[in-house]
C-alpha cells in the first residue's frame, strides 16, 4: 500500500543506440568483410544456376554461411538466415528449417536471402533479391518500385528533431501510387555486436517517436509481396551521420553489395535515381575489387556496371 509504480524507458536504451566513432569505424569494417562474402555468395549462385544446377533454399544458406565462416574475424550469425526461392519469398519471415522440405531454386523465378554476421566490430543485416533465369516485365516493375523506395529513403536530409515513423512514407510512396504496399517495418535499429533489432529508434508507419540522432544504425528494407508468387526485399543497413548544412542530418550506407540489375527497368528510374545507383554500385567495386578473390572479380564488375552500359 501507498507504494506508486513508474514505469519508463531504460536510460541506457537511447546511449547505446547513438553509436560512438569507434563503433561506427567498427560497423564500416564489419560490412566491408561481410561483403565480400556476400558477394561470393552471389557469384556463387550465378555460376551455379548458369551451370542448370539449381540448389535447395538449405544448400543456398550453408553455402553462403561457408563464405562467411572463412573469415576468422566472423564469429556467428546475426539471426537465422531468410532463405526464400519463389513462392515462399513471399512469407517474409520464412524459415526453411521449418518447412515440410527446402524448396529448390526454379528457372525464371527470384530467390530472397536475408542474412547477417556478427564480427567483435560490428553486426550487419542485408537482403537481396536475385533473378534466376528470365524475370517477368512484374517482377522487374515491383523490383523497380521497390528499389525507388529504398533509394529515396537512403539519400533524404531531413532536420534534427526527426523520426523514422516521419520518414516512413518515403520509402513507400512508390507503392502506394500503384496501391501496393508492405505489412512490416521500414527499418529496425542494429547494435554493435549486440541485437540485429536495436531500440529505442524504429522506421515504421506505427514506429517509434524517438528522433533519429548521429550515431544510430538502421535498416532500410522496403519490400513488396505477391502471395504464393514472389517477394522483392531490398534492404541495407545505413547510419545517421550529419548533413553538410546545420541543424540537418542525412544516412551514410555501411552496406556495400550490387543490387540485382536483371531485376531493374531503368524506364522507371529518374536521372537521380540512376545517380545514385551508379554511384553506390562505383563504391561496392572499389570497396570490394581488392578484396574478393579472383574468381568473383569479373562478375563483380558486371554486377556493379554503370546502368548506361547494362540496358
Request: proline share 5%; with cysteine.
Amino acid at each position: 500500500a501507498g507504494i506508486t509504480v513508474q514505469v519508463s524507458d531504460c536510460p541506457l536504451m537511447s546511449a547505446k543506440a547513438r553509436k560512438n566513432s569507434i563503433e561506427v569505424d567498427g560497423a564500416r569494417r564489419a560490412h566491408l568483410r561481410d561483403a565480400v562474402a556476400k558477394a561470393q555468395f552471389l557469384a556463387w549462385i550465378d555460376k551455379t544456376v548458369s551451370h542448370g544446377v539449381l540448389p535447395t533454399e538449405a544448400e543456398l544458406a550453408d553455402q553462403l554461411h561457408q563464405f562467411r565462416a572463412a573469415n576468422s574475424d566472423f564469429i556467428e550469425p546475426s539471426f537465422s538466415t531468410i532463405s526464400a526461392a519463389g513462392p515462399n519469398a513471399a512469407l517474409c519471415h520464412y524459415n526453411h528449417r521449418t518447412a515440410a522440405a527446402p524448396a529448390r531454386l526454379a528457372m525464371n523465378s527470384l530467390y530472397l536471402v536475408d542474412s547477417g554476421g556478427q564480427y567483435l566490430d560490428g553486426t550487419t543485416d542485408v537482403t537481396r533479391t536475385v533473378a534466376i533465369g528470365e524475370p517477368s516485365d512484374e517482377m522487374r516493375k515491383h523490383f523497380t518500385l521497390v528499389l525507388k523506395g529504398h533509394i529515396a529513403l537512403a539519400r533524404i536530409c531531413f532536420p534534427r528533431g526527426t523520426s523514422g515513423m516521419q520518414l516512413d512514407p518515403l520509402a513507400r510512396q512508390y507503392l502506394w501510387q500503384h496501391e501496393l504496399d508492405f505489412e512490416h517495418g521500414t527499418g529496425h535499429g542494429v547494435g554493435s555486436y549486440l541485437s540485429v533489432h536495436e531500440g529505442p529508434q524504429r522506421i515504421a508507419k506505427l514506429g517509434s517517436p524517438v528522433p533519429l540522432e548521429v550515431g544510430m544504425i538502421v535498416s532500410n528494407e522496403p519490400g513488396y509481396y505477391a502471395e504464393n508468387e514472389y517477394g522483392i526485399r531490398c534492404e541495407n543497413l545505413q547510419v545517421v551521420v550529419l548533413a553538410d548544412s546545420e541543424g540537418y542530418l542525412q544516412f551514410e550506407t555501411l552496406t556495400l553489395l550490387p543490387f540485382d540489375q536483371r531485376l531493374i527497368d531503368v524506364d522507371l528510374l529518374t536521372v537521380t535515381e540512376k545517380a545514385w545507383l551508379d554511384a553506390y554500385h562505383e563504391r561496392v567495386n572499389s570497396a570490394l575489387q581488392p578484396l574478393v578473390p579472383s574468381d568473383c572479380r569479373e562478375w563483380l564488375t558486371h554486377a556493379t556496371r554503370a546502368l548506361s552500359s547494362s540496358h
